[in-house]
């Protein structure tokens, strides 16, 4: 007989729980793991059902750490959902996104994995999306048609991602000219998005090279792109890493009311094998930001690689404010000064002299291309 306020799971050992059905062990523990509903996290099994069923429950998912679960056929998930652990979700979902969360989604040192497949890793058009550490990586597809990218972020009322790995996000690479491609982000954020910070990740390979030797033909290639023509955007991105971008580190490009903040960043360069002395910083980098819209700041960012350093562009008289404080730039680190920057080297160009700009306490410095250092941190090429 059960003694009167002692629950079932306080009974049972740990001995007895060994023995009982997945389904029934379910029930009474507060998170579920993918191998309760078949899953083999072998790396060549799918496992999308396995995950599918574990998001039903809408308990926190624990994935174990050096297992790799692959996903082969995209999943709707339409309750709030929590992945936790050390392990890997392998897409391999070819042109599609590889999971459509209409939820909350907190992930939690996953490691996001596109098996140079999949096009699209997440989609969340819920209210809330959290990523803490983990990683997120190649996200390619060969088909030019398609956008490539590794999170995609539509209406979310509240947006976090902290300490994430962004690597590998790439279009098709040499053959495939930049006009037939289509475009290319780590994160990408639509719509309204009334709190949004993206912070301590590093932005590794995003561009439309399959490899770092390879020459770049891009498009249309962002670290982080905000876009929006409904709702207001209030986006803080700080204390990032940006290294071997496309195009731009971020692009904004919200409603007239937007707030952008981009902060304590470091943006290096990518390289490319290709050209007569081997090394070229840059590498065609257009802009380190480019912002059409809203109030913009930038403060204590290091830029040492980009044709422009901020590039700014009101002409619909969208964007209302520009302040730059406190920023180094580097010109050294690359060789092609466009004629057309105004203000001071490396700033930035201004197509709209009617907006509110604002700059003090920036630098501008001569420095050694291989040995970088940053807040004591060496970002040597």
């Not at 495939?176 to 491609?181: A, E, L, P, R, Y």
């Not at 990740?201 to 020459?215: D, H, L």
């Not at 290294?243 to 904004?252: S, Y």
């Not at 501008?364 to 970088?372: A, E, W």
Request: charged share 20%; hydrophobic share 35%.
């Amino acid at each position: 007989m059960l003694l009167a306020g002692v629950s079932v799971p306080a009974l049972v050992g740990r001995a007895v729980w060994a023995g009982v059905p997945n389904i029934i062990k379910s029930e009474f523990q507060d998170y579920v793991t993918l191998e309760q509903f078949g899953a083999k996290g072998d790396g060549v099994s799918d496992d999308s059902t396995a995950l599918e069923k574990a998001a039903s429950t809408g308990k926190e998912i624990h994935i174990q750490k050096d297992k790799i679960y692959q996903i082969n056929i995209q999943k709707t998930i339409n309750k709030d959902i929590r992945i936790v652990g050390g392990g890997t979700l392998l897409f391999s979902t070819i042109g599609r996104t590889a999971l459509l969360c209409t939820g909350r989604v907190y992930l939690e040192e996953v490691t996001l994995d596109g098996n140079n497949i999949a096009n699209e890793l997440i989609r969340c058009t819920g209210s809330e999306f959290k990523m803490v550490g983990g990683i997120v990586k190649n996200v390619f597809n060969l088909a030019a048609r398609y956008n490539i990218t590794g999170i995609q972020i539509t209406d979310c009322d509240s947006v976090n991602i902290y300490g994430v790995n962004f690597s590998s996000i790439c279009g098709p690479g040499n053959g495939v000219i930049g006009d037939s491609i289509g475009a290319i982000a780590a994160i990408q954020i639509t719509g309204s998005c009334n709190h949004g910070v993206i912070k301590g990740c590093n932005f590794v390979n995003v561009n439309n090279r399959q490899n770092i030797g390879e020459k770049s033909n891009f498009e249309d290639a962002d670290a982080i792109r905000c876009y929006s023509t409904t709702g207001d955007q209030n986006i803080e991105i700080s204390e990032n890493v940006f290294f071997d971008i496309g195009k731009r580190a971020a692009k904004f490009s919200g409603t007239e009311n937007s707030i952008y903040a981009f902060e304590k960043n470091v943006i290096t360069s990518g390289y490319s094998k290709t050209v007569d002395d081997g090394l070229v910083l840059g590498n065609g980098m257009f802009s380190v930001v480019s912002c059409y819209s809203g109030y913009f700041v930038a403060r204590a960012n290091w830029l040492v690689s980009g044709v422009v350093g901020y590039f700014f562009e009101g002409g619909t008289a969208k964007l209302k404010s520009v302040e730059l404080v406190g920023n180094t730039y580097a010109p050294e680190f690359h060789k092609t000064v466009n004629t057309s920057v105004t203000r001071f080297s490396y700033i930035g160009k201004i197509l709209n002299s009617n907006i509110y700009f604002k700059e003090y306490s920036n630098k501008v410095i001569n420095t050694y291309r291989n040995n970088v250092v940053f807040n004591n941190k060496n970002y040597s090429e």
